[in-house]
Nanobody, 114 residues
Framework: QVQLVESGGGLVQPGGSLRLSCVAS????????MSWYRQAPGKERELVAR????????NYADSVKGRFTISRDNAKNTVYLQMDSLKPEDTAVYYC???????WGKGTLVTVSS
């Protein structure tokens, strides 16, 4: 049974940092690209960052380049999203996606507010 479980969300002030984690199970994690998406209230879900299987290639949305870093630890079946210099517009539910059928996690809420 495939599971993607996100954690690390919360309330943070503008300019602050958070690190999200997504633990995967039920498939050979190291064989698949993994992605982080987000969905803000009233908006469509959008791709934030993607990392290929061994982590050598990453891609980012223009809105987060230079502020967010995606990484993975294949030994721990975990993908991370380090988020720095957070802005109120980064407020959203963040979802992990990946695996042989592009499974989705249930999401973790990030709120950036003073």
């Amino acid at each position: 049974q495939v599971q993607l479980v996100e954690s690390g969300g919360g309330l943070v002030q503008p300019g602050g940092s958070l690190r999200l984690s997504c633990v995967a199970s039920g498939f050979t994690f190291s064989s698949f690209a993994m992605s982080w998406y987000r969905q803000a209230p009233g908006k469509e879900r959008e791709l934030v960052a993607r990392i290929l299987d061994y982590g050598y290639i990453t891609n980012y949305a223009d809105s987060v380049k230079g502020r967010f870093t995606i990484s993975r630890d294949n030994a721990k079946n975990t993908v991370y999203l380090q988020m720095d210099s957070l802005k109120p517009e980064d407020t959203a539910v963040y979802y992990c996606r990946g695996g042989p059928r592009d499974y989705w996690g249930k999401g973790t809420l990030v709120t950036v507010s003073s």
